[in-house]
């Protein structure tokens, strides 16, 4: 299930390998988070899915609306995910998941259970890094937005720099 939906994924994008890399490291640190918290194995496959599906809007909005803002990606991107999914064989009832994290991951407000909170923290993990993010940003992120022990742990580690 999926390594079927990472190659859907890899041959959507293309050529476009900044953000197949992205889909990858953000799934990356999704597992990583997960494995030391709890929860169950049908939530594990929402992360997983919408970990490596979650930006998968991005060339629709920049095509329709000229750009990448984030509420035109939670606009577009849940029917694109639909639709790999159904191809992929996917249950309804996780595809429906999968499209609710999707279409709100910019809206931190919506976050509604522990799937959903850990591809918030993994999103952020690796836009730190991709957008070079300064210390005082790492902070607010962490205070904000960071909830698990595991991923206050992780991002305490990698961005420790940060918090000296
Ligand atoms: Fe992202």
Redesign the pocket.
């Known amino acids: 299930m999926i390594p079927e939906v990472l190659t859907k994924m890899i041959l959507y994008f293309k050529d476009d390998a900044r953000r197949i890399n ?2 990858l490291k ?1 799934y990356g640190f999704a597992k990583a988070i997960s494995s030391g918290e709890n929860i169950t194995n049908d939530q594990k496959d929402t992360l997983e899915i919408a970990a490596i599906l ?2 998968i809007g991005i060339k629709e909005a920049e095509k329709k609306y000229n750009s990448t803002a984030g509420k035109y990606q939670e606009i577009e991107g849940p029917a694109i995910a639909e639709r790999i999914l159904e191809e992929c064989g996917i249950q309804k009832t996780v595809i429906e998941r999968v499209c609710y994290i999707i279409g709100n ?1 910019h809206s931190y407000n919506k976050i509604d259970n522990i799937d959903f909170q850990v591809l918030v923290e993994a ?1 952020f993990l ?2 730190i890094y991709e957008d070079e993010m300064d210390a005082d940003s790492i902070k607010t992120i962490k205070d904000k937005y960071f909830k698990t022990p595991t991923g206050i742990k992780l991002i305490s580690s990698i961005y420790n720099c940060a918090f000296s």
Request: glycine fraction near 0%.
């Open positions: 992205h889909a953000v979650h930006d991951h999103d690796v836009n």
